[in-house]
C-alpha cells in the first residue's frame, strides 16, 4: 500500500524550455538538420527581402506628375497615383464622382456596423444593406432619378466595376446558390432533376465562354430592340455561375446535418421551409464559411474575366493605362498595384470569416 | 393496479388498424393492430430490428407506412401535409440521441416551435418554456447551449421542448439509451412524474423497471409483428409467447 501525504508545490519550467530562446530552441533550432534548414531559408527570405523592400519604400517615388519625376531608380508610383482617379472610378465623369464616392462610405459603414459586436437592430441593418442599399446604390451609380445624370454603364470601370460585379455576384449568389441545393436535395423529381442539370451544365462550362456567351451569342437569340445592356449580361453570368459552385458548396454543408435534426424539426410540427431557414441552413451555412468565403474570393477575383467582353475593370483599365506612350515600362508597378488591391480585399474577407467562425462557435459537436 | 389505470378514459387517441410496412423488400410492420385510449401509457420493448422504432416513427409520418390505417385523435395520417402538420404539432417525440438544435440556447430550443407553428407571442413562449424546464429540474440552464449540458440533462431539455406545444401524445424513442448509466434515473424520474400527470404516453424502451411502474400495457415486438401485449404484471410474471420467454430472460439475467 502506498500513502503519498507530502504536497509537491508547483515548480517553474526549466528557463531553456520557456520564453524567446525555449521559442527558438523548440521551432527552429531542435536538431542540426532543423538548424541549418533554418538558416539557408532565413537566408533566403531576408536576400530577397532587403532588395524588395528597397525597392517599394526606400528608393521608390511616389510624388510627381510624369515619368521624369521618377529618378530614384526604384519603384515608380507615380504612374499610379497620377492614374489613380481613373483606376478607382473608370471614365465617369469627374463631376459625379461624389457619388461613387458616397456609395464607398455607404458601404463601408453599413459593413463596419455589421462586423461591430454592439450594434443594435443588426436584423433590420443587414436587411436594409441587403435589400434596400442595392437599390440606392443603383441610382446613385447610374442615375436617371432624382434629377440625377444618367451615367452609362460603358463608362463604368476600375476598382468601382470591380466592386460592383463582385458585390452583386456574391449577394446574388448565395440565395441562388442555397436554393440550387435545396432543389437538388429536394423530394420532387422534377425539381430535383432542374437543379441538377443547372449546376452540372453552369458548373462543367469555364467562366470565360460563359461571358463570351453572354456578350456575343446573346443578343443574336435576343431581337434587336430589346438589347440588354452588356454589364448586366455580364452580371447574370457570373451570377449564374458562381451560384452553381456556391450549390454545391452549401449542399455539402446540407449532407453534414445529422438527419436527427430534420427529423426534430419535423416532429414539433415545422414546415419544410421553417425547419430549414430556422434549424438546418443556420446551422450548415455556419459549418460551410470557409468553404462559402473561398468561392466568394474566388468570384472577386475572377471578376477580372470580364476584360475580355471589352468592360474595364481594374485589371483591365490598369493594363489599358500601361499601353500609354507616356508611361511605357512600367508595368510591374502597374501589376503589382492590381494584386496588392485584390489581396487587400480577399484577405479581409478571409479575415472576416475567420472571426465569424470563432464568433458563432457555440461549444457544440455536430449532433 | 388501480393506481396505474387512473387517468384513462375510453377515448380513443391513436388506433392502428392493420398497418403494413416495407423498406425496399423488406417487411418491417407485418399488420400491426393497436389502439391506445387517451391517458393510457403504452411501453413497446422487443429485440433490435423487431420494428419497434419504426412503428412509433409511423405515428407522426417520420416513416411513411404502405397499407393500413393510422388515426390520431380524429384525423388520418394521409399524404396530405396539412394532416400531417396537424398531427405533428398534437405529438411530442423525444429521440434516443437528443435532436436538440445545437445553434440555438436552450431557451430558444423550446419556444421555437410554439412561436413558428403555433404562433404564440413570444412573452408567452418563454414563460411556458421556463414553466417546463423548471418541470424537468434545469431552469438554470435555460440560457446555456445544448452542447454545454451534459447527456441527461438534454434530453430533459428535449423532453421540455415536446412539452413546449402542449401535445395530447408524448412518443419516446429509446431515450435512455444513449445515456451514461448515472443520467437514466434523471431522465426517467421525469418520464414518471408525466405518467402520474395523466399524458398519453408511448415509450419505446428497455428499462423494465419503468415499465413496471408506470406502463397500463406492455407490447413485446419481434420480427415486425405484436408478438404480445398485457399489462406489466402478467407480462413479466407469466410471459404466453416462447418468443417473449426468451427475450426477458436475455435482459433480465444481468
Known amino acids: ?367 | 393496479m388501480s393506481t396505474q389505470n387512473n387517468n384513462v378514459s375510453s377515448e380513443i387517441m391513436i388506433q392502428l388498424k392493420g398497418v403494413n410496412k416495407w423498406y425496399g423488400e423488406f417487411h418491417v410492420l407485418k399488420d400491426i393492430d393497436l389502439s391506445v385510449s387517451k391517458g393510457e401509457r403504452i411501453v413497446v420493448c422487443g429485440p433490435s430490428g423487431s420494428g419497434k422504432s419504426t412503428m412509433i416513427r409511423c405515428l407522426n409520418r417520420l416513416e411513411e407506412h404502405q397499407q393500413g390505417q393510422i388515426l390520431v385523435g380524429k384525423t388520418e395520417l394521409t399524404n396530405d401535409i396539412k394532416n400531417i402538420e396537424t398531427i405533428r404539432r398534437e405529438v411530442g417525440m423525444v429521440f434516443q440521441h437528443f435532436n436538440l438544435f445545437p445553434h440555438l440556447t436552450v431557451l430558444e430550443n423550446c419556444c421555437l416551435a410554439p412561436i413558428w407553428v403555433r404562433k404564440v407571442p413570444r412573452k408567452d413562449a418563454e414563460a411556458t418554456a421556463m414553466k417546463y424546464l423548471e418541470r424537468v429540474k434545469i431552469p438554470d440552464q435555460a440560457y446555456k447551449y445544448p452542447g454545454q449540458l451534459s447527456g441527461g440533462q438534454q434530453q430533459r431539455v428535449a423532453i421540455a421542448r415536446s412539452l413546449c406545444m402542449n401535445p395530447e401524445v408524448m412518443l419516446f424513442d429509446e431515450p435512455t439509451s444513449a445515456l451514461d448509466p448515472e443520467m437514466i434515473k434523471e431522465v426517467l424520474d421525469v418520464m414518471i412524474e408525466l405518467a402520474h400527470e395523466g399524458m398519453t404516453m408511448i415509450c419505446v424502451t428497455h428499462e423494465m423497471g419503468f415499465a413496471k411502474t408506470v406502463a397500463n400495457r406492455v407490447i413485446f415486438m419481434d420480427g415486425g409483428q405484436i408478438i404480445e401485449e398485457n399489462n406489466p404484471h402478467e407480462f413479466f410474471d407469466n410471459p404466453q409467447s416462447e418468443r417473449t420467454q426468451l427475450f426477458l430472460s436475455q435482459i433480465l439475467a444481468h
Open chain 1, 1 to 367: 500500500m502506498i500513502v503519498n501525504d507530502n504536497k509537491i508545490p508547483d515548480m517553474p519550467p526549466p528557463a531553456s524550455t520557456v520564453g524567446a530562446v525555449g521559442w527558438l530552441r523548440k521551432n527552429l533550432f531542435s536538431s542540426w538538420a532543423n538548424s541549418i534548414l533554418t538558416v539557408v531559408v532565413g537566408y533566403i527570405v531576408i536576400s530577397n527581402l532587403i532588395p524588395l523592400i528597397d525597392w517599394v519604400f526606400l528608393t521608390s517615388d511616389w510624388l510627381g506628375d510624369s515619368r521624369e519625376d521618377c529618378t530614384s531608380g526604384g519603384a515608380c508610383w507615380v504612374f499610379i497615383t497620377v492614374r489613380l482617379e481613373q483606376f478607382i472610378y473608370g471614365f465617369y465623369p469627374e463631376s459625379e464622382y461624389w457619388r461613387i464616392n458616397t456609395i464607398f462610405v455607404m458601404l463601408a459603414g453599413l459593413i463596419a456596423a455589421l462586423i461591430f459586436e454592439g450594434t443594435p437592430k443588426k436584423g433590420w441593418l443587414g436587411a436594409f444593406t441587403l435589400l434596400i442599399f442595392p437599390i440606392i446604390a443603383f441610382y446613385l451609380l447610374y442615375g436617371g432619378a432624382f434629377d440625377l445624370e444618367v451615367v452609362e454603364t460603358h463608362k463604368w470601370g476600375g476598382l468601382s466595376l470591380t466592386l460592383v460585379l463582385a458585390c452583386v455576384g456574391i449577394v446574388a449568389s448565395l440565395p441562388f446558390g442555397v436554393l440550387l441545393a435545396l432543389g437538388r436535395r429536394s423530394n420532387m423529381p422534377i425539381v430535383r432533376s432542374l437543379s441538377t442539370a443547372f449546376i452540372e451544365i453552369w458548373r462543367g462550362v469555364p467562366l470565360i465562354s460563359v461571358l463570351f456567351m453572354a456578350s456575343v451569342m446573346l443578343p443574336l437569340f435576343v431581337s434587336g430592340e430589346t438589347s440588354m445592356d452588356k454589364l448586366l449580361r455580364a452580371l447574370i453570368g457570373i451570377t449564374m455561375f458562381q451560384s452553381a459552385y456556391m450549390a454545391e458548396v452549401i449542399r455539402g454543408g446540407l449532407q453534414a446535418i445529422p438527419k436527427g435534426q430534420y427529423e426534430a424539426a419535423m416532429a414539433l410540427g415545422l414546415n419544410y421551409w421553417k425547419s430549414m431557414g430556422l434549424i438546418i441552413l443556420p446551422q450548415a451555412l455556419k459549418l460551410m464559411i470557409p468553404g462559402i468565403v473561398n468561392t466568394f474570393i474566388a468570384l472577386f477575383k475572377d471578376t477580372s474575366l470580364v476584360l475580355i467582353i471589352g468592360l474595364f475593370d481594374l485589371l483591365a483599365i490598369v493594363q489599358a493605362a500601361l499601353s500609354d506612350p507616356k508611361w511605357l515600362g512600367y508595368s510591374v508597378e502597374g501589376y503589382v498595384f492590381v494584386a496588392f488591391v485584390f489581396w487587400i480585399f480577399c484577405f479581409s474577407m478571409s479575415r472576416y470569416s475567420q472571426a465569424l467562425e470563432r464568433k458563432l462557435h457555440t461549444g457544440h459537436g455536430a449532433r
